[in-house]
C-alpha cells in the first residue's frame, strides 16, 4: 500500500475514534461545523467569484444596451438629417423644373400671340 494512503488511513481512523468516543450532542455539533465550514469554503472559492463575474458581465451588457439605445437615436436623428437633405434637393429640383414650366409656357403664349387667329 502507498504510504501516503497508509498515513492518511491511520490518520483518519484516530479522527473517527475521536469522534466516535463524544457524547451524541458533541458528534452532531462537530459535524454541523464540519458542514458549515464545507459550505463556507465552496461559498468562499466558488460561488463568490462566480456572482461577481456575474455581476460585472450584467453591468457591462447593461452599459452595451445604453450604447446601442444611444446609436439608435442617433441613426435615427442622422437619418432625418439625411431625408431633409434629399428632400431639399428634391424641392429646390422642382422648384426648378417648375420655372421651366413656366418660361416654356410664357414663350408657347407668347408664340401663340404671334400666330393668326384660327378665324
Do not use: C, Y
Not at 9 to 23: L, M, N, P
Not at 55 to 76: A, D, H, K
Not at 77 to 86: C, K
Not at 97 to 105: C, G
Amino acid at each position: 500500500m502507498n504510504p501516503i494512503l497508509h498515513r492518511l488511513k491511520t490518520r483518519f481512523s484516530e479522527w473517527d475514534e475521536i469522534f466516535r468516543a463524544r457524547d451524541l450532542r458533541e458528534r452532531v455539533m462537530l459535524a454541523g461545523v464540519a458542514v458549515a465550514l464545507v459550505f463556507f469554503v465552496v461559498d468562499t472559492t466558488l460561488t463568490r467569484p462566480v456572482q461577481r463575474e456575474r455581476t460585472r458581465i450584467s453591468l457591462g451588457m447593461e452599459r452595451l444596451r445604453t450604447n446601442l439605445q444611444q446609436l439608435e437615436r442617433e441613426e435615427v436623428v442622422l437619418g432625418n438629417v439625411a431625408r431633409s437633405d434629399e428632400e431639399k434637393r428634391a424641392e429646390d429640383e422642382l422648384r426648378q423644373l417648375e420655372r421651366q414650366l413656366e418660361e416654356i409656357e410664357s414663350r408657347m403664349g407668347e408664340q401663340i400671340a404671334e400666330l393668326v387667329p384660327p378665324t
